[in-house]
């Protein structure tokens, strides 16, 4: 049976500044959603992994959110929505490692066409997307898919 992506709140249990926590689980298809800093010069830009416990995604909270936030420091952002839940019981971050890593080569192979600087492109994430963006840091030279 194929998993159908959801999204949601929990009923507003998780509040940050008074807003409910949109929950994004079930993905089976990785997606980059770009943020264009409104700089007329090439931009540094960031590719952003959510948190979730490889099993969901804080996907406005610790992605669209910081994206925002980046575009006004005129810094493109790079939302990355990877696969959640991991199926790999013995490498839970396979699936979000093998995402993260190809987004970071679409990004630089993407780069002059969405007005990105290729030389100052960086990663960041939360929790379990802190994990991926430090895993596709120091194990750049290792192909994960």
Known sequence: EELKEKEFTEG???MVAGQPIYLT??????ELVLFRAK???PAPAVVICP???HRLLAYDL???ELAKWLNSLDITAVVLKYRVP???KDFKCLPA???AQRAMRVVRSKASEWGIDATRLGVMGFSAGGEVAARISFQFQ???Y
Not at 25 to 30: E, H, K
């Open 51 to 53: 948190g979730g416990g």
């Open 97 to 99: 490692l093998q995402d």
């Open 142 to 144: 290792q192909e994960h």
């Open 86 to 88: 991991s199926t790999n």
């Open 39 to 41: 700089s007329n010069a």
């Open 12 to 14: 507003g249990k998780k």
């Open 62 to 64: 610790e992605g669209t």
């Open 25 to 30: 689980s079930d993905i089976t298809s990785p």
